[in-house]
Nanobody, 126 residues
Framework: QVQLVESGGGLVQAGDSLRLSCAAS?????????MGWFRQAPGKEREFVAH????????HYADSAKGRFTISRDNAKNTVYLQMNSLKAEDTAVYYC??????????????????WGQGTQVTVSS
């Protein structure tokens, strides 16, 4: 079973940037998982942000993230990243990374991810 630990969250001002990291350990070889980032704001359901396939050459974003966020991975470091630019107050949420065994499709549903991290808080002040 893979363990996921997010880091890099914090309090920033609108327009600033943050880079989240998610380090994986245990389980199978990291490159055998596709990875995703999700977020959950207070009182709202957890929502999809970005997905990256096992090799890193295919990515997919929620409309809210397109053009501002970039997901990437370094399989040698067992780490997936989320670079967030031009942050807005509405990006405030707990951000979670997740791993899925489903390698041959873009995965956006929370139910299709098999492993989750504990989350990291991102707060954007306006």
């Amino acid at each position: 079973q893979v363990q996921l630990v997010e880091s890099g969250g914090g309090l920033v001002q609108a327009g600033d940037s943050l880079r989240l990291s998610c380090a994986a350990s245990g389980g199978r070889t990291f490159s055998t998982y596709a990875m995703g980032w999700f977020r959950q704001a207070p009182g709202k359901e957890r929502e999809f942000v970005a997905h990256i396939n096992w090799s890193g050459d295919t990515t997919h974003y929620a409309d809210s993230a397109k053009g501002r966020f970039t997901i990437s991975r370094d399989n040698a470091k067992n780490t997936v990243y989320l670079q967030m630019n031009s942050l807005k107050a509405e990006d405030t949420a707990v951000y979670y990374c997740a791993a899925t065994n489903r390698l041959h499709t873009i995965v956006v549903l929370t139910s299709m991810y098999d492993y989750w991290g504990q989350g990291t808080q991102v707060t954007v002040s306006s």
